[in-house]
């Protein structure tokens, strides 16, 4: 991190913004069916069951907004502030950080950070700010140096290389 303030902030990825707009688009499309159709043929009918799956829709839509919405990770020169959803906040000093490493869970390379032998934070790929937090543990030597450091080190060359493209 190059100023004195700087700090690097990790949120969900695109993933979870898919899913949001998954989720209002299909909510939309039925709220536009029931006008269409009539909510009393629908109800005289066995179409009733959209009424359930709109409720489902619509209700994963809000979880998916808050869960982008409420899930920030801070890092800056002193601390780690982690934000998770629903509501928990944890607060970690760069001294208290006792290692950090890649685990091979499918192509994701997903970064986890300990505390005292304990897991604190969990990180996948495609979260926004993974790349700046992958340099900094590695700036920091707090990162396991093995395969899959170095297969994550690869994968995020290549996904460098295609935002180039």
């Known amino acids: 991190m190059k100023t004195k303030d700087?700090?690097?902030v990790i949120r969900p990825g695109k993933k979870y913004l898919t899913s949001i707009f998954l989720c209002i688009y299909i909510?939309?499309?039925?709220i536009w069916?029931?006008?269409?159709?009539?909510?009393?043929e629908i109800l005289e009918t066995k179409g009733s069951g959209v009424l359930p799956i709109l409720l489902l829709s619509s209700s994963l839509g809000i979880y998916f907004l808050l869960f982008v919405l409420f899930t920030k990770?801070?890092?800056?020169?002193?601390?780690i502030l982690i934000n998770q959803f629903p509501f928990k906040r944890s607060e970690y000093l760069w001294s208290e950080i006792s290692h950090a490493k890649i685990i091979g869970e499918a192509s994701e390379y997903p970064c986890e950070i300990y505390s005292g032998g304990k897991?604190?934070?969990?990180?996948?790929?495609?979260?926004?700010?993974?790349?700046?937090?992958?340099y900094e543990l590695?700036?920091?030597?707090?990162?396991?140096k093995d395969d899959f450091y170095v297969a994550a080190k690869v994968a995020l060359e290549i996904d460098k290389r295609r935002r180039q493209d």
């Open 119 to 134: 897991r604190i934070l969990k990180i996948p790929r495609n979260y926004f700010g993974y790349e700046r937090l992958f």
């Open 73 to 79: 990770t801070e890092v800056s020169d002193k601390k």
């Open 33 to 40: 069916v029931l006008c269409k159709v009539g909510p009393s």
């Open 27 to 30: 909510t939309l499309m039925m």
């Open 6 to 8: 700087s700090k690097i």
């Open 138 to 144: 590695d700036k920091r030597n707090i990162l396991r």
